[in-house]
């Protein structure tokens, strides 16, 4: 089967600064996951992650899709990561963070799957302890997944993903590779996919009668 790997084209992280507010930072050249204690202040952070799908056929069967990010600093020792499909108010991956400016408290609930009645989302991966070391890692992201993208690209033909510490309490953050890290790696996407069949059919010249002998 093909497998199709998409460098994000855009990413970032949103800080919640407890008892003050939001921020959105998409220039840094690393994404913090977890929290942050700077003297009094406590800094909740989360990342998002998007990614084109023009190159995914469209129609296409989509059977596993796995997701690349280098870690240049790891977690604290007690890190989890959990990845969700970005989007408010379901954490479908069809969000797009970069446009989510009006309210940072959208973008700071989509990166955990967002906020439907009946709660978030649940995650594509729950509590991985990846990031407690640097280094690269994959992360496959089950079936809920293929169906999202498959989705997304019929959709709006890009995929987003949210990156939270389960609790948002591992002190101090991983820190994971962004679009501007110099020398870095940039965040992936692989998509293992079937293309649809194409119905070429037949010309008439093409088709030959059949004679039914006596």
Known sequence: MPVLTIPANYDGEVTNIVGIGKLKDDTATFIRIGLNVIGVLQYMRRGFLRFPLT???????????????????????????????????????????????????????????????????????NDSTLL???????????????????????????????LEEEGDNANPPAEIDTLETVGGFVAQLEITYTA?????????????????SE
């Open 132 to 162: 407690r070391t640097t280094g690269d890692k994959w992360f496959t992201l089950g079936a809920v997944a293929c169906t999202d993208v498959q989705n997304a690209k019929a959709a709006v033909n890009r995929f987003a993903i949210g």
């Open 55 to 125: 190159a995914l056929p469209s129609g296409s069967t989509v059977t596993q899709v796995r997701l690349y990010v280098y870690c240049r600093v790891a977690g604290a020792a007690t890190h989890l990561l959990d990845i969700h499909g970005y989007g408010y108010p379901y954490g479908t991956g069809q969000g797009n963070p970069e446009t989510d400016n009006a309210s940072y408290d959208v973008l700071w609930v989509s990166c955990a799957g967002g906020s439907p009645p009946s709660g978030p989302s649940p995650p594509y991966v």
């Open 196 to 212: 649809p069949r194409r119905n070429i059919g037949l010309h008439p010249s093409k088709i030959v009668p059949l004679i039914a």
